[in-house]
């Protein structure tokens, strides 16, 4: 007998046609079939909608007859370059699971990673997927990004304003006396200088910035900051590509000033960013715990550091807002699942996990103050390793005894209860908030990015649960 071919139905919609958008209606259609052809699925029909948007409810003629081939039976399999564009409201979701289920159709594909309809993980996601699509911005904006993100991927040069310093209006070529100046601060704020200080010898020696104008400590540390003198192209807080312009420093000693300028210790000016995920976050690469690193201009980020004496292989970036956002609906409806209150309902209460977590603060701000001291040298690399390893063995101590001990009291009242918790959600206070979190996950694997993909990607993502 003949394998059985699958047969796979395309979905592709964009919701106004103003900016070029039947390219990109060629495009997802594109990636689409590319991806059924990698999986040896045979495309059957290809279903567009546009100028529909998902969110105003109106019919999408298109979007019902696929539902309609599903239902009848005429599809094995759904091919969508990302599963927002299937829906965008939970209710259609359900309706569209329905279908599927009743038609046994397990497999939905998207260009950014397949969603398993036939398991309970895969309806998780793609309920999830649903929440937070439901909350994100119009499809406009988004598709804007995307192209800047096309130019951004490229490694190329965008967008006009000045120059950037050290480089031609050409934005690519070297103008090699600001270039020494680039590499003149780097050394001198590696070598523990402040940016005022800095900046007063600048304007004092009349070397200017690209406007004329004098230095300021806001300027120097933009500049400073920027992956562009390491030869990398940023985009949204991530650095997505070698850039096609020459480096004047190295990465390596960019993403060192990146580190002591972001530490929350220099800054006076603005309240410290806190990170909701720090310590939960694994590389997908590497293994090593991600750390909390906002980008210069404060997109707040989680980053693989890679570097002297870091543990980290630096390929591994993510935007925090998104990913906190995700994390937080994933555990909320985690939280709703009978599953939990059964298991949490035999809980006992423990005074002792009160002290463990008082352990683990310290011990968290003992590695925090090393680090800082490592960063603005005052103490060497191998003093720094040998002074960590104790404490992070005391600090995992503490943790797994407050795993055992804690976990379930911050989740006590709301088990069975999530809309209650998103309620008061944004009321609690950060530590509360971490603490429901770390009760239900255990900690989460961010893998690479898709290519071309500019937002919060959940196929990137790998919940390790604890219940
Ligand atoms: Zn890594």
Redesign the pocket.
């Known amino acids: 007998m003949f394998p059985h071919m699958v047969r796979a139905g395309v979905y592709a919609r964009i919701s106004s046609d103003r900016e070029g958008d039947g390219l990109a209606i060629g495009r997802q259609l594109e990636d689409c079939e590319e991806l059924a052809e990698r999986r040896g699925w045979r495309v059957v029909d290809r279903y567009v909608d546009q100028d529909v948007s998902a969110y105003s409810g109106r019919l999408r003629p298109e979007y019902r007859r696929l539902l309609g081939d599903i239902e009848s039976r005429a599809l094995d399999a759904v091919v969508v370059w990302h599963v927002d564009r299937l829906h965008r409201q939970p209710k259609e979701l359900e309706e569209f699971l329905d279908a599927c289920d009743e038609a046994g159709l397990a497999e939905l594909a998207s260009v950014a990673g397949t969603v398993d309809l036939a398991t309970h993980d895969g309806r998780f996601t793609a309920r999830i997927l649903g929440a937070v699509a439901k909350k994100e911005s119009d499809d406009k904006s988004r598709r804007i990004r995307r192209k800047h993100e096309e130019i951004a991927l490229a490694g190329r040069v965008s967008g006009g304003g000045t120059r950037p310093f050290g480089f031609e209006s050409d934005r690519r070529s070297l103008r090699p006396d600001e270039a020494a100046i680039v590499r003149e601060c780097a050394r001198r704020l590696l070598a523990g200088q402040a940016l005022r200080a800095i900046c007063i010898d600048l304007n004092e020696r009349g070397v200017a910035t690209v406007t004329g104008a004098q230095w300021t400590s806001q300027t120097l540390r933009r500049m400073l900051a920027s992956p562009r003198i390491a030869g990398q192209r940023e985009h949204k807080g991530e650095i997505v590509a070698q850039a096609e312009w020459p480096a004047i420093i190295t990465a390596a000693e960019s993403e060192r000033i990146r580190a002591l300028l972001s530490d929350p210790s220099r800054r006076t000016n603005r309240a410290a960013r806190r990170y909701l995920l720090a310590r939960l976050l694994r590389?997908?690469?590497?293994?090593?715990t991600l750390v909390a690193r906002p980008r210069s201009d404060g997109t707040r980020r989680y980053v693989?550091a890679?570097g002297p004496g870091l543990p980290?292989?630096?390929?591994?970036t993510i935007v925090a807002d998104s990913l906190e956002q995700f994390v937080v609906e994933a555990v909320l409806y985690r939280l709703d699942t009978p599953e939990l209150a059964a298991i949490f309902a035999g809980r006992q209460d423990d005074p002792a996990a009160e002290q463990w977590q008082g352990e683990v603060e310290r011990a968290q701000a003992h590695l925090d103050e090393l680090a800082r001291a490592y960063a603005d040298e005052q103490i060497g690399l191998q003093e720094w390793l040998t002074a960590r390893s104790p404490i992070e063995q005391r600090l995992q101590a503490a943790r797994k005894r407050l795993a055992q001990l804690n976990r379930t009291a911050a989740l006590d009242e709301y088990i069975g209860n999530a809309a209650g918790l998103r309620e008061r959600w944004q009321a609690l206070p950060l530590s509360g908030q971490a603490a429901i979190v770390a009760a239900v996950l255990d900690h989460l694997i961010v893998n690479p990015g898709t290519r071309g993909l500019n937002r919060l990607d959940p196929a990137r993502l790998t919940p390790v649960w604890r219940v």
């Open positions: 590389c997908g690469l590497c293994g090593s693989c890679s980290g292989c630096g390929k591994i």
